[in-house]
């Protein structure tokens, strides 16, 4: 997967959850999880790897 559709899985995450009221660090865990899920569905990559890697993504962002 390209990293702009995982920001934007991120993104979509991110706005849902705050908008059920959840507070930034959660909402940003949540939506962590979701593209990480995603990557390791679609990639095949375990999900630790995942993870660090969307957490990687985000960093540069920054």
């Given at each position: 997967?390209?990293?702009?559709?995982?920001?934007?899985?991120?993104?979509?995450?991110?706005?849902?959850?705050?908008?059920?009221?959840?507070d930034?660090?959660?909402?940003?865990?949540?939506?962590?999880?979701?593209?990480?899920?995603?990557?390791?569905?679609?990639e095949?990559?375990?999900d630790?790897?995942?993870?660090?890697?969307?957490?990687?993504l985000i960093a540069?962002?920054?």
């Open positions: 997967m390209d990293a702009a559709a995982l920001l934007d899985i991120y993104d979509e995450a991110h706005d849902e959850a705050i908008s059920r009221g959840v930034g660090e959660m909402a940003h865990n949540e939506a962590i999880t979701a593209a990480s899920m995603m990557l390791a569905a679609m095949g990559v375990e630790e790897e995942a993870r660090h890697q969307i957490e990687e540069e962002q920054g």
